[in-house]
């Protein structure tokens, strides 16, 4: 059957098209979805990136996030963008840039290629100078991996360039392997001082995809992890990442780091500290469940699901198909 998805306005000018439709394919219409923005849950794709600017309120702290052309699980972020106070944006361009208080490389599924661009567009030279004036800078994955001196892939896993200068920003070296990591993780955060002042003890939780090999001596680790989904924890992989030793630049590879809310308002205290400003109430935590239950609900109250059980032979009796509720 046809489900007609995101429609605005009256479903009764629908009435005859849908008709017509019926009539033309022999298909049933199964129902029209409303467009419904109070639901809090990951956008498809790169579509959020279509609105470059999300603010809560008036800004407090400004962080930025560099779209790379190859930008991936840009959706690590979206806790950020409903923080009260905080204004987070996406940048292509040094002039876009400003003076934000925290600067983000976000994960990508190309970090040579990345890194090369935005060496071209001048972005690495406006990173490196927004971090002289101030602003603290957070890599992701393969964010970690540019702030480090050098970046290999001698099997050209990535492309066909087998090295490049990382922005030289930790004392980190990675080698990209045919091999990926892909894990669901647990910790805990053992740094103490600059962006994660305060946070010290905190568990969280996430997940690892990359390919890359990071390592490098006499650095202090921001993370350690106690669970590694089906891999065994061992002296070498017990901790994540790199924190500079002033605390206001870290790499780590987990994704998913900022919906770890005690983790996420330790960061931002910590950047209003430093500003000499003082954050909004906290807007509370969003369950990530319950905004799925949320769509559930929404698609299911649109959609005729008499029809639907009867199309596809289920019963609605929740307690004789064993549904929990």
Known sequence: GFVINKFRGD?????????????????????????YRDIHIPEEDSVALDLP?????????DIVVVQLPHIANFDDFD???RENGVSLRFVSAPEEIGSPDLIILPGTKTTIPDLAWMESQGLVKAIRQCHGAGAALIGVCGGYQMLGTNIYDPEMVESQKTEIAGLGLLPMTTVFAGSKETHRIRGT???????LAGAQGLPIQGYEIHMGRT??????????????SDLAVTEDTATDGALHASGYIFGTYI??????????????????????VTLPPDAGELGIDQEYDKLADWVRSSLDMDLIYQMTGLSRDFEAAGDPR
Do not use: C
């Open 11 to 35: 479903i009764s000018l629908l009435d005859d098209g849908l008709v017509w439709l019926e009539q033309r394919t022999g298909i049933p219409v199964l129902g029209v979805v409303h467009h």
């Open 53 to 61: 600017v999300h603010v809560q309120g008036d800004t407090v702290l």
């Open 79 to 81: 806790p950020l963008a």
């Open 189 to 195: 955060v053992t740094g103490d001082v600059g962006l």
């Open 215 to 228: 390592t490098g001596d006499g650095v202090t680790a921001p993370f350690s992890i106690e669970d590694r």
């Open 255 to 276: 994704h998913g780091l900022f919906h770890n809310g005690g983790l996420r308002r330790a960061m931002l205290q910590a950047l209003a500290q430093r500003k000499g």
